[in-house]
């Protein structure tokens, strides 16, 4: 069951993106990318920025007497939609799959004390004959915690989105990263949150 819905999740994702602009881009694109894991060292990411950017969030009631707050002592419920800084620290893998993709681990922290550790799949798209220019696709699956901000709904959750990098002559790399972390309707409510991530990556 857990393994269907994780192929359904990761479907919905991928439907979803195909009426986007960036895949139409991608598409124009494609006699000018090579696609693959050509590296053949690991990379280790470090990385600061914004979590819940879009500020999503739900009302939650957490008095004994739910959200009736005519009932003496009952507080009035608490709006889960702030920002938050968030902290990442990723590894991605030296084997490749299929020769395009690699696996990769990685744990957020924010300063509002939620933690979220996963596990995924990257690929790279180089751009220009120097391969400088990089997007990296990611999809994970992981386990969320939630801190004294939005409160997304359900441990497991499931984050896709992508990296922009600036890869330089010694393969470290520049960029940032955009990501949606969702529970894939695991939750009765599914609030989601959005992340922006300026990252450094080198070989390791």
């Given at each position: 069951m857990l393994?269907y819905t994780?192929?359904?999740?990761y479907?919905?994702i991928?439907?979803r993106m195909l009426f986007?602009?960036q895949?139409i881009?991608?598409?124009?694109?494609?006699?000018?990318?090579?696609?693959?894991?050509?590296e053949?060292?690991g990379?280790?990411s470090v990385?600061g920025?914004?979590?819940n950017?879009?500020?999503?969030g739900i009302?939650?009631?957490?008095g004994k007497?739910?959200?009736?707050t005519?009932k003496?002592?009952n507080p009035?419920?608490?709006?889960y939609?702030q920002?938050?800084?968030v902290?990442?620290?990723?590894?991605?893998?030296?084997?490749?799959?299929l020769?395009?993709?690699k696996?990769?681990?990685?744990?957020?922290?924010?300063d509002?004390?939620?933690?979220?550790?996963y596990?995924?799949?990257s690929?790279?798209f180089?751009?220009?004959?120097c391969?400088c220019?990089?997007?990296?696709?990611t999809l994970a699956?992981?386990?969320?915690v939630d801190?004294?901000?939005i409160k997304?709904?359900?441990?497991?959750?499931?984050r896709s989105?992508?990296?922009?990098y600036?890869?330089f002559?010694?393969?470290?790399r520049?960029?940032?990263g955009f990501?949606h972390?969702?529970?894939?309707?695991?939750g009765?409510?599914?609030?989601g949150a959005?992340?922006?991530?300026?990252?450094?990556?080198?070989?390791?």
């Amino acid at each position: 069951m857990l393994l269907y819905t994780i192929l359904y999740s990761y479907l919905m994702i991928f439907m979803r993106m195909l009426f986007k602009a960036q895949v139409i881009f991608f598409i124009l694109m494609l006699p000018y990318i090579e696609v693959g894991a050509f590296e053949k060292k690991g990379r280790l990411s470090v990385g600061g920025g914004i979590h819940n950017f879009m500020q999503n969030g739900i009302l939650r009631c957490e008095g004994k007497g739910g959200c009736d707050t005519s009932k003496s002592g009952n507080p009035a419920p608490v709006d889960y939609k702030q920002r938050s800084t968030v902290y990442s620290v990723e590894y991605f893998f030296s084997k490749q799959i299929l020769r395009i993709l690699k696996p990769y681990v990685g744990f957020n922290g924010t300063d509002k004390d939620a933690y979220y550790g996963y596990f995924g799949f990257s690929t790279d798209f180089y751009f220009r004959k120097c391969k400088c220019f990089i997007i990296t696709p990611t999809l994970a699956v992981g386990w969320y915690v939630d801190g004294n901000e939005i409160k997304l709904g359900n441990r497991v959750q499931f984050r896709s989105g992508g990296d922009i990098y600036y890869r330089f002559k010694n393969n470290v790399r520049v960029g940032v990263g955009f990501y949606h972390i969702s529970n894939a309707g695991l939750g009765e409510q599914n609030p989601g949150a959005e992340q922006a991530i300026l990252k450094y990556q080198i070989p390791f």
